[in-house]
């Protein structure tokens, strides 16, 4: 039989059977045990007659099955099996086999009480895939998907199947592109298509494969993806902006570090590495309106892309921010430094005054400059430290996928937006809203696997890592208080939905799907003493005086 | 007879005749039962919609607001972004809301100054964006959109 035969729903391709037919099964040989790929289906079989046996038998055989365990013979499954039906049909209680869960070790622990579910007995870590088809002679070895379950009952349903199996074929399609083998990748990918059809696409796993499934052909195409402009990115982020609390515990999170910091200083400034439509901002104006003591005079640095059709979208964002200081009586001032990267901005562009106390923002940003050597954040980290700000926020996504191994990367980004999907499907059920915000994440998903080198940006990397980082660069951390953590409790409460969770670690806030932590909130002051050395790239060309 | 109805007419106490009154009524009232009374008459209506009413309202659960912002340096920032009716309706209410369904829960650790922070600091975002489409076909949609949504079930 081997698990070969093709059950794939709507594909004319066959794939070839392996050529042994008496081969011992590789995975099951893993674990100690030989079994010819032919019996496979009877060891199945007899195992779920063995379950169902047990759920059926009297307590005191079960477990005495459970408890005395002696296995004899590893190497003979099939007999095994079968003596152990024989022992609870007889309703003898003399055991010698082992316990029933070893036949599984192999494999997921089966918690369920109901027979065993084929594609989980078989269910398989990618390193095990490895392991089998270094096995096979090198040419032509197809990838092997799971057996179908013909002569079964499937207890589960068809969808988790489906899902199941979808998961088990991305991360083997992203094995594959990561070992060059692109043919037989875009073979994959069809089939993958095809296993849409049959799981519900409209949320959960059928949804994010979906979006995977798309960015993995598009890499094994070559083509990559359209940047979408500016203009269609600010949108789809304004929508992200809405739908979601991410964006809001970002900003809250940084106003109210910012607005803590700038305690007793009458000369304010914030420089925004990331303008978009400035929605961060009204709310710390109106806070520093009602601050004890008045308003301080308030400047703000926004710097964006430069916008393609003349227009200046900066300085009518920043009309827009000074109407609302206006409104409410504060003095305030804005600029706006067009720079289609952040590694072109240049400190002297920002007009820093010593005389001021500086806040640095940059909600999602720095991670852009991770790229390949010489990395940029060295140098940027570095005349940010120049500038002697008095707090810099960071927040930033809490995953690694800057790790250069790409099925290392493609797996952890198939959990992060895994779960990140799962929640925006929670929070927001208004469409067409929500599939804006779907889009906004499509494009990181397609910037993380399709692209390499200078053109891949999105490098999320762990708070851990950029603790590191910050450390070394001369920044030391600045503990976000209890108010910061009172108001993203209250704001997480206003989303409709049970499920987010913040915590407080070390200072810094993670917002979180399900004990997931998605996004980290961290602030930073400049650490006294000597400015860390000079880079030998000309940085001290940038430095201010103190 | 006529002299019984004149006493009689004397000592019913017509309450539109007692404005200040009234007001001190519609001071106590919750949210809903404000909307409903400026159903009733012209009168009620100028009393109820008036934003020192409402004022009342969303102060009322702050027993004591912090000396460095007192209520009264609060009001002109309120006013200029739209109005305590209009904070109360976008952003109180839900708030409220939320805190009622869950009595006990851990963000009880904060007072309701805190409460009416945040939702000063929605109402701002909001004013911001309702200040001119400058978000071009986004401007029907809002950032307070995520308030009004129904629970999941």
């Known amino acids: 039989m081997g698990p070969s035969s093709t059950s794939h729903a709507g594909t004319g391709k066959l794939i070839p059977p392996f050529p042994p037919q008496t081969q011992l099964d590789g995975l099951l040989a893993g674990a100690g045990y030989k079994v010819r790929s032919s019996d496979l289906h009877l060891v199945a079989q007899r195992l779920e007659s063995l379950e169902s046996a047990m759920v059926s038998s009297p307590s005191h055989v079960v477990s ?111 094995e594959l592109v990561q070992r060059g083998d692109l043919h037989l990748a875009g073979a994959l990918v069809d089939e993958m298509t095809a296993l849409l059809t049959s799981i519900n696409t409209e949320c959960g796993i059928g949804k994010v494969a979906g979006y995977f499934i798309d960015a993995l052909s598009r890499r094994i195409v070559g083509a990559g993806s359209v940047p979408a402009p500016p203009h269609e990115t600010e949108i789809l982020y304004h929508h992200f902006y809405e739908t979601s609390p991410y964006l809001k515990f970002a900003h809250f999170t940084a106003n109210q570090a910012i607005l803590e910091a700038f305690e007793g200083y009458d ?44 227009r200046d979208t900066l300085r009518e964002i920043g009309l827009g921010l000074a109407e609302v200081a206006r ?24 007009q820093v005054n010593p005389n001021e106390a500086l806040a640095v923002n940059s909600i999602m940003q720095l991670h852009k400059l991770l790229g390949p050597d010489p990395t940029p954040i060295e140098s940027v980290l570095s005349w940010i430290r120049g500038l002697n700000p008095k707090i810099v926020t960071l927040v930033e996504q809490e995953v690694n996928h800057n790790q250069t191994g790409f099925l290392d990367r493609f797996t952890e980004a198939l959990y992060y937006y895994s779960t990140v999907f799962d929640s925006l499907e929670a929070a927001c059920q208004i469409q067409p809203d929500k599939a804006l915000a779907e889009m906004y994440l ?31 660069a001369g920044f030391r951390p600045l503990h976000l208080g209890s108010n910061a953590f009172k108001q993203a409790s209250m704001l997480l409460m206003l989303f409709s939905t049970e499920g987010y969770s913040v915590e407080e670690n070390e200072g810094c806030l993670r917002l979180g799907w399900h004990s997931r932590p998605l996004i980290a909130a961290s602030a930073w002051q400049a650490s006294p003493g000597p400015l860390p050395l000079p880079l030998p790239m000309g940085a001290d060309d940038y430095w201010n005086d103190d | 007879m006529t002299r019984d109805k004149e006493e009689k007419r004397r000592s019913v106490l017509f309450i539109n005749d007692h404005a200040d009154i009234l007001l001190e009524i519609l001071k106590r009232l919750d949210g809903r039962s404000l909307c409903t009374a400026a159903c009733v008459c012209r009168l009620w209506r100028a009393l109820a919609t008036a934003d020192s009413v409402w004022e009342h309202l969303c102060l009322r659960r702050i027993v004591s607001p912090p000396p460095s912002s007192p209520g009264s340096s609060v009001r002109p920032v309120v006013s200029a972004l739209g109005g305590y009716r209009r904070l109360y309706m976008l952003c109180v209410r839900h708030l409220l809301t939320r805190l009622d369904r869950d009595p006990g829960g851990r963000w009880r650790t904060s007072s309701a100054w805190d409460e009416l922070q945040l939702s000063l600091s929605l109402f701002c975002v909001d004013y911001y964006e309702r200040l001119g489409g400058r978000f071009g076909d986004t401007a029907a949609t809002s950032s307070l959109m995520f308030l009004c949504k129904p629970v999941n079930v």
């Open chain 1, 442 to 472: 499509q494009m990181e998903i397609c910037n993380i696997v399709c692209y390499e080198g200078a053109a891949r940006v999105e490098r999320h990397e762990p708070l851990a890592k950029w603790r590191d980082r910050f450390n070394r």
């Open chain 1, 327 to 350: 409104s409410v009586n504060v003095r305030f001032a804005f600029r706006g430094v067009a720079a289609s990267r952040l590694e072109d901005v240049k400190p002297w562009m920002l």
């Open chain 1, 64 to 174: 005495h099955l459970a408890s005395d365990t002696v296995h004899y013979n590893p190497a003979d499954l099939v007999s095994w099996v079968d003596s152990l039906l024989s022992e609870l049909t007889h309703s003898h209680h003399h055991p010698s086999n082992p316990s029933s869960s070893s036949s599984s070790s192999s494999t997921s622990p089966p918690s369920r009480p109901l027979p065993v579910d084929l594609d989980d007995l078989f269910s398989v870590p990618s390193d095990a895939i490895n392991w089998v088809q270094s096995e096979m002679p090198l040419s032509q070895q197809p990838p092997p998907p799971p057996p179908p379950p013909q002569q079964l009952t499937v207890v589960t349903t068809m969808e988790e199947d489906s899902g199941i199996r979808l998961v088990h074929a991305l991360m083997t399609c992203a």
């Open chain 1, 267 to 310: 000369c304010v400034h914030v420089i925004d590495f990331s303008l978009m439509h400035g929605l961060q901002w009204p709310a710390l104006i109106q806070a520093l309106a009602l601050r004890p003591g008045g308003p301080p005079l308030l400047r703000l640095t926004g710097i964006g892309p430069p916008s393609p059709d003349g």
